[in-house]
């Protein structure tokens, strides 16, 4: 009477596994996990499981262990070639990295994600033309998800392909229509762009979504002056004087991050 009975068979300890996994409880995971693998030693699926949860507890040689025995149990599994991948990404080893990528791609062609991860991997080395490919093709699988047109556009922007970019955010700001950053990357490709008109309206919806950052109202009132508002610029700047170092030292990173090269960034 009484408790809950205990995992019977691999699956049911994998499940377990997972639901601690998802409650952040990853050591306790873990005991379960490696139950699954006992249970079933030639399941690839169960030896990726236990390589995430190692990954997770920064053990990532063992990690590596597992996902190397689950691809030599499946090699045309898809997930221990990413998973395989992303640890070689976090210790930098991109020509390790990106072999794994690319399997995970073929094994799994419309997976988005991974071929966002391979495209990130391959800039990281100067492939850039393969770069924009593949998240080219990220946006064509799931073209509705804000997050792969702004990083097809923040690529194509450090390509030189300005007009592509701002077409790119422009679907990101659609589709991600709350999101106040996207409308202040938006008004910094325009600026890029010598789109002064619209990147007044573009800093001015991000002000819309997120009224108390003042770095927004400093970019709108430069682009006010650039279209010759000076006393809407004015207006602005004075809400922006109330910016600390703290919020020049963020808005410069932003302005670093997206490429851009403006004196904003000094009080």
Not at 23 to 29: C, D, K, R, Y
Not at 154 to 180: H, N, Y
Request: glycine share 8%; hydrophobic share 40%; proline share 2%.
């Amino acid at each position: 009477m009484g408790g809950k009975r205990p995992p019977a068979n691999a699956y049911q300890n994998c499940e377990m596994g997972d639901t601690l996994c998802n409650n952040g409880l990853i050591s306790e995971a873990l005991t379960y996990y490696r139950k699954a693998v006992d249970m079933e030693k030639r399941n690839a699926g169960f030896r990726t499981r236990l390589g995430d949860a190692y990954a997770y507890s920064e053990m990532s040689v063992k990690a590596v262990e597992e996902y190397k025995k689950a691809i030599r149990l499946s090699p045309r599994r898809a997930e221990p070639h990413y998973s395989l991948a992303e640890v070689y990404r976090r210790f930098g080893q991109w020509d390790a990295a990106i072999p794994e990528y690319r399997l995970a791609v073929k094994h799994n062609a419309m997976n988005a994600f991974y071929r966002y991860r391979l495209g990130s991997a391959l800039w990281q080395v100067g492939e850039f033309d393969e770069a924009v490919i593949q998240l080219e093709v990220a946006v064509q699988i799931a073209d509705t998800d804000a997050f792969y047109h702004f990083w097809l556009s923040d690529i194509l922007s450090k390509r030189g392909r300005i007009v592509d970019a701002i077409s790119e955010m422009q679907q990101a700001t659609i589709f991600a229509s709350s999101d106040s950053y996207y409308s202040f990357r938006l008004g910094l490709l325009y600026i890029m762009g010598g789109f002064f008109e619209e990147s007044v309206e573009a800093f001015k919806r991000a002000i819309m979504l997120n009224p108390e950052d003042k770095s927004y109202h400093r970019v709108l009132a430069e682009a006010m002056r650039l279209c010759g508002n000076d006393y809407e610029a004015g207006l602005h700047e004075t809400i922006a004087g109330g910016m600390d170092s703290f919020d020049y030292a963020s808005l410069a990173a932003m302005k670093k991050g997206a490429g851009v090269n403006t004196n904003w960034d000094s009080e």
